[in-house]
Every structure is written in C-alpha cells, then in structure tokens.
C-alpha cells in the first residue's frame, strides 16, 4: 500500500507536446507539493499546496500548472514542453506543521526529446 | 534566506569505514532537520529527523544532531557496506517560510567491498 502514489513513472515526450503526471497520497495529510530534480540531482520546490489551496508557486513557467481536485490529489501539467523541462518530478505529501515529515513519491523521469 | 550546504561529494569509502557527511544551514528561525537517502533510480526516502536543538535522530545505524551553535546536522555512521551507496540529502523546513523543504545539493556515496 504505497503512500505517495505517482504516475507515470517514465515519461519520454517530444518538444511541444502536453503532458500530464498524476499524484495520490492515501496519508491523509492536508499539504501536498512537487518538487523537481535536474540532471545534477539538485532538488528544488515547485509548488505547494493545503487543502487544495495553493500556497507556494516557486517562480515556475507557468507552462506549470497544479491541478488538485481533492486534498489527496495533486496532478501537474505542463505545457508545450521543452528540452530544460527533462527531470525527475517528486510528488510528495505532509501533515500541516512545524516538524512534521514530508513523504516523497518514487518520482516521474521525464524526457524531453 | 534560508538555505543548507552539504560537503561535496562523490564521497568513496571501503566497506566498514567510518561516515561524516556535513550539513550546515542558515534559517530566521529554528527549523527541522533532516535527512533524505536516495538510491540509485529510486525516490527519496526519509533516513532520520530531529525537530530541536540537541535532538538526535537515529536510524540503520546511522545518527545526526541537531546542533544550534554550530548550525550543522552532520549525518555519520560508523561502519558503511556497500549497501549505503547512495545520494544523501540533507534539508530543512520551516513552516512559518510557507512550509518549504530546503535541500542541500546531496553527497554522492560509493562504498566499495
């Protein structure tokens, strides 16, 4: 019964296209983000979101877009991808608070071509 | 700004020698610590946390301490096998900075038999 639940796991896309990476998290934690790791596994947050409001928008194109539809979803969707846009994703999912720990999904490798 | 700077790696090491990985952070407030392994084509997965000053956070035979005077979480263990070759990650969150988990740039490890 995984936790921080992601798909697709692989992802490979040519420039221009659309594409969507889906994210659940049976946890019941009220806050949910995604983070994303370039090619030197240097991590960085993009969004967060509590209770399906959003509440950090980290300078991202906003060829990004956050989706969540329940406080247990968190889907993202990006725009006319692009060469720089290839990484892996991390979905992951926390309690609301100081302290707590925040749960990573397995990630999406995502590759432009 | 917050931020966390751990030593460079690739780090190398025999099997059963001892482990220092260090991680020093900046943060306007008292922030939690931890640290996150990654191994290789995985997702992250949390290894250890401490909430506080002094705390030590413990797991697999590895050990971090919270140290406010120095700034640091150093992650140490004290005997490696080959199995703890990974990426390691320390990070810190502070919830009143809109909940966001800082990493560090991780610590490639290489435990050779």
């Known amino acids: 019964d995984t936790a921080v639940s992601q798909t697709p796991k692989y992802l490979v896309t040519q420039m221009g296209n659309d594409k969507s990476i889906k994210c659940e998290q049976n946890l019941g934690h009220d806050t949910m983000y995604w983070y994303k790791q370039d090619s030197k596994k240097f991590l960085k947050i993009m969004f967060s979101y509590n209770n399906k409001e959003l509440i950090i928008n980290e300078t991202v194109p906003n060829r990004f877009s956050p989706k969540s539809p329940d406080k247990a979803h968190l889907n993202l969707h990006i725009n006319s991808l692009e060469l720089g846009d290839s990484a892996v994703y991390f979905c992951?999912?926390?309690?609301?608070?100081?302290?707590?720990?925040?749960?990573f999904g397995e990630g999406s490798w995502l590759t432009v071509v | 700004g917050n931020s966390v700077t751990q030593m460079e790696g690739p780090v190398t090491l025999s099997e059963e020698a001892f482990l220092t990985i260090n991680c020093t952070y900046t943060a306007t407030g008292y922030p939690s610590l931890f640290w996150y392994v990654q191994y290789p084509g995985e997702g992250l997965q949390l290894l250890l946390k401490?909430?506080?000053?002094?705390d030590k956070g413990s797991n697999k035979g590895f050990e971090a301490t919270y140290r406010k005077e120095t700034t640091s979480f150093h992650l140490e263990k004290g005997s490696v096998q080959v199995s703890d070759s990974a990426v390691y990650f320390c990070?810190?969150?502070?919830?009143?900075?809109?909940?966001?988990?800082?990493f560090g740039q991780g610590t490639e490890l290489s435990v050779k038999p």
């Open positions: 990070a810190s969150f502070l919830y009143n900075q809109g909940g966001k988990l800082i």
């Open positions: 401490a909430t506080k000053a002094d």
């Open positions: 992951a999912s926390s309690p609301t608070g100081t302290g707590n720990t925040i749960y």
